[in-house]
């Protein structure tokens, strides 16, 4: 087996280092890890992110899962709002309530069908209002505040609570999926 580096250099002071202070630290290296690499180590650094072996400049974090589909989503919500105000399907009162709320409540469902019913977005039959939240962009119908009135809703999701609410009034949700 070879003879290791430490043991040649035993009994010597320095280790082949110079003066005691020269070797202590990172002072001798420029530094430790990083430092420096847009100072005086650059040229360096370039000549790694050339070769592949550093990325250079600002390479940020990978956003979660959950926020970018929730960014998704609210995006999808509004580029359809804005289509259907664009077609004359909505009008201005209603496309700011919508545009503003990117959840829907069914107490605003409640608030709003009349409307939706004139703009020829939703249905009514008897005293049951049919809509397609769908249609409207909405994924998922959530149960905050009071229903008045009997609302079949189409809807991909919805609490159980907002099931309850319709369902009491004597409404009925159609999820899909």
């Keep these: 087996m070879p003879k290791k580096k430490v043991k040649k250099f035993r009994g010597s002071r320095t280790h082949g280092k110079g003066q005691n202070d020269r070797n202590r630290g990172a002072g001798c290296r420029g530094g430790r890890g990083n430092a420096g690499r847009h100072k005086h180590k650059y040229i360096k650094f370039i000549k790694l992110a050339k070769m592949g072996l550093y990325q ?7 956003r979660p899962v959950e926020v970018t589909q929730r960014y998704r989503m609210i995006n999808h919500l509004k580029r359809t709002l804005r289509a259907l105000k664009a ?31 004139e703009l020829g977005l939703a249905e009514k039959k008897d005293d049951k209002y049919f809509v397609d939240l769908t249609q409207l962009g909405y994924t998922k119908l959530l149960g905050s505040g009071i229903v008045t009135k009997k609302i079949e809703v189409k809807v991909e999701s919805a609490t159980p609570k907002a099931v309850e609410k319709i369902e009491s009034v004597g409404g009925r949700v159609i999820t899909e999926g």
């Design 87 to 117: 077609e004359g399907k909505l009008d201005d009162y209603t496309y700011k309530f919508l545009y503003s709320r990117p959840d829907l409540n069914v107490s605003d469902l409640d608030e709003i069908i009349d409307r939706l019913v």
């Design 56 to 62: 250079f400049g600002k390479y940020g974090f990978t």
